[in-house]
């Protein structure tokens, strides 16, 4: 015997060392491990409340078990047992704090709850312990708390390194270029940063000998300081071919400010604006910071449209003699469209104009900026440059704009109303009560109700509810009642309800929505008559308030049809305050519709092979087709009832049909259903935020982005645009 041995028996005993020989085996620990097996095999079966029964009772001998823990976790959650799930992961996270994993379900079952900011919390905690934690990082960027990444996400260089190293096979240059971008992203807390790190360059095949610019600046009303910093600006260009004419009163032409006309001649002061025929004109107003290449970004877009009009975005800035400026309130715009120009609270800082385009009044201020704009606009002679080329000083950021302030549904003058009946056509299965008050709701808040006819369209509805209440509006004459017994399709029965009838209007609903706006038979009249709107959509809101609607955006995100704004609080404006003004979109939403009954019969009515999704989206791209504007106009409101809430995943049948439809959708449409002219491209986009952070661009996106933007109808999709492409005007 070693004596190594001998040493080891005699410690045994003396009950130094176990005497694991002799020791029987441990009858709560066995009990345990097969509590264990049970629950996983529970697991493995898809029985969650077995799993949880028994992951519960392996933890009654062992309540510092941090793995069975985390399972008895799960396990409650997939039963829906919330509460309790939230309580297991927090009890695992205090018993092995480092555990990233766990974080994350705890962000998920908070989420579920309906909790975001705790939610938000929990996937930052993940994050802190495992920063390339991918699935922390969207689930966080979903819920809008992309200002809680840890601050190296904001760069490239890890995702840059990375996409090198697993560039071996296609799969993972695609993930991993996804990630790039991402990663090249900035949350909107961090514009400043944005602006820092992205100083704007030099256009694409510059040229020092581009045209010169006559650069009339506003200073009526500007302090001297405002002007110094924009005439600064000016003699810092790289482009030298310019002159400015100050526009003010006698006493700024006595302030010291006035001393830099006589340090260089292209400036000079006067009461009013002389203009130079051979050259275009730049109007702004004193307080107005260009960035050195702006004018010959300006003057390069001008030369390559031939545009009446060319704007930029631009944002705020506030200054300090020591620290610099500091940037916010970033200001960006769509592509050119008359009723968003003419609305926006925020007009284009800098507007550079032909010199056959005529300015009224002929100032720089924001009214002539603006008549500029629209003017260029309305004749398909305005272009969109996506940089921002300037920086308006302010104090600091503008406040939240009130809703009931700040709703912007002015329409430009148009002709009359159209007369004639609008039709309501609401498919409806059972539901009886739901479909009472929608219908209920449209009649009190119609301007005419008597010009108003309801037709309800049965789809195979069962309880005796909904059968005496269509009987009841049948015999009273409150609508019209036909009935479809065949399955559901949601095209084909609006088809079909229209077929053969001559209403002047047609309006698509669906049987879970309220009208709130007074008046909306009328706003209708007025917008349809506009020879140019093909299809108008409604602001719809959640019942608590929350926005659901407010347009459809394309190519963002994973490229799935989103709504605008979803889930935004209630009176949120969104940026530009463009949830609250009418303006053209890439589509709306069939749950509230309206389009002239000869437009729907030149479109072909919605496509029957759509039998669920996207028939809605398909009719709108099809008016975009024909050059045919579609129309979001927040002056019409309405409750939707659809569920917020779809689950934590929503996969499953539903999923791989929605999947199927819009693979035929994808197939019709090409690129097309990736080009959205409503969103600027530097914006970046998450789940169903679609302002979710910034992002640069490279020169060929921008010029891209330009040239579709000076098309005569920027909306109109061509036969070009669908075609396939490198994914260059697909946005993040």
Same mark, same amino acid.
């Given at each position: ?14 009950? %130094? ?197 006559? %650069? ?56 009013? %604006? ?151 056509? *609401? ?124 347009? %459809? ?163 109109? *999709? ?15």
């Amino acid at each position: 015997m070693s004596w190594g041995k001998t040493i080891k028996r005699g410690l045994r005993r003396l009950g %130094v060392l176990p005497d694991v020989r002799r020791s029987p085996p441990d009858p709560l620990r066995e009990t345990r491990r097969l509590k264990r097996i049970r629950a996983e095999n529970a697991r493995d079966a898809g029985d969650w409340a077995e799993a949880a029964r028994f992951y519960g009772e392996a933890l009654e001998g062992d309540q510092d078990d941090v793995s069975n823990r985390v399972q008895y976790g799960h396990a409650l959650k997939e039963c829906g047992r919330l509460a309790e799930a939230e309580a297991a992961y927090r009890r695992a996270i205090s018993l092995r704090p480092a555990d990233a994993d766990t974080y994350l379900h705890l962000g998920h079952v908070l989420k579920m709850q309906h909790r975001p900011e705790d939610a938000k919390q929990a996937y930052a905690d993940a994050l802190a312990w495992s920063p390339d934690l991918a699935a922390a990082r969207d689930e966080l960027i979903g819920l809008g708390g992309r200002g809680r990444l840890p601050h190296h996400a904001w760069g490239r260089d890890a995702a840059t390194e990375r996409l090198g190293q697993l560039g071996q096979t296609l799969a993972a240059v695609r993930h991993l270029a996804g990630e790039w971008r991402l990663a090249g992203s900035y949350p909107v807390q961090a514009w400043d940063a944005f602006r820092r790190d992205h100083p704007l360059t030099p256009p694409p095949a510059w040229a020092e000998t581009a045209p010169g610019v006559h %650069v009339i600046v506003n200073a009526a009303d500007a302090p001297p300081s405002d002007l110094r910093a924009t005439l600064h600006s000016l003699l810092n260009q790289a482009a030298a071919e310019w002159t400015a004419v100050v526009v003010c009163g006698p006493q700024m032409r006595d302030h010291p400010v006035a001393g830099l006309a006589s340090r260089d001649a292209r400036i000079s002061f006067d009461h009013a %604006v002389s203009t130079s025929p051979e050259s275009p004109r730049l109007l702004m107003e004193a307080g107005v910071v260009l960035e050195p290449y702006a004018l010959a970004w300006l003057t390069q877009a001008w030369m390559r449209t031939g545009a009446l009009a060319v704007y930029a975005d631009h944002d705020s800035h506030s200054r300090h003699w020591r620290e610099g400026r500091a940037c916010f309130d970033p200001a960006l715009y769509a592509a050119p469209d008359a009723d968003d120009l003419a609305t926006t609270p925020v007009v284009p800082s800098i507007v550079l104009t032909a010199p056959s385009a005529v300015v009224a009044p002929p100032q720089a201020d924001v009214d002539a900026r603006r008549s500029a704009l629209v003017a260029a606009a309305r004749q398909g002679a305005a272009a969109h440059l996506p940089r921002v080329l300037s920086s308006v000083w302010r104090d600091g950021p503008a406040a939240d704009l009130p809703f009931e302030s700040g709703l912007k549904t002015e329409l430009p003058p148009g002709p009359e109303p159209l007369n004639g009946r609008i039709l309501v056509v *609401i498919p409806t299965r059972d539901a009886a009560d739901m479909l009472r008050a929608c219908v209920d709701s449209l009649i009190a808040k119609a301007a005419e109700p008597e010009r108003v006819e309801l037709l309800i369209v049965d789809n195979r509805s069962q309880d005796a509810a909904t059968a005496a209440l269509l009987d009841d509006w049948a015999a009273s004459g409150r609508a019209r009642v036909v009935t479809h017994d065949e399955p559901f399709n949601w095209a084909r029965i609006n088809n079909r309800a229209v077929a053969g009838l001559d209403p002047a209007m047609l309006v698509f609903a669906n049987n879970d929505v309220e009208a709130l706006s007074s008046g909306w038979d009328a706003r209708l009249r007025q917008t349809l008559a506009r020879p140019e709107i093909g299809l108008v959509g409604a602001r719809l809101l959640y019942p608590d308030g929350t926005l659901q609607h407010a347009g %459809v955006v394309l190519g963002r995100g994973e490229g799935r049809p989103i709504h605008e704004g979803l889930h935004s609080r209630p009176g949120e404006p969104g940026p530009l305050a463009r949830w609250i003004r009418p303006r053209a979109v890439a589509a709306v939403t069939g749950a509230f519709m309206a389009v002239r009954r000869e437009v729907f019969e030149l479109l072909g009515g919605f496509d029957e092979g759509l039998a669920v999704g996207y028939n809605d989206m398909d009719l709108c791209l099809k008016a975009r087709a024909q050059g045919l504007r579609v129309l979001y106009d927040p002056a019409l409101v309405l409750t939707h009832h659809e569920s917020k809430t779809r689950g934590f995943n929503d996969g499953g049948e539903r999923t791989r049909w929605d999947d199927d439809e819009l693979t035929d959708l994808h197939r019709r449409w090409g690129q097309a259903l990736f080009t959205d002219m409503s969103l600027n491209p530097q914006w970046v986009s998450a789940h169903s935020r679609v302002f979710d952070g910034y992002r640069d661009l490279g020169p060929r996106e921008t010029i891209e982005w330009l040239m579709r933007s000076a098309r005569p109808d920027p909306w109109r *999709i061509l036969d070009e645009d669908r075609e396939a492409s490198d994914g260059a005007s697909r946005q993040a």
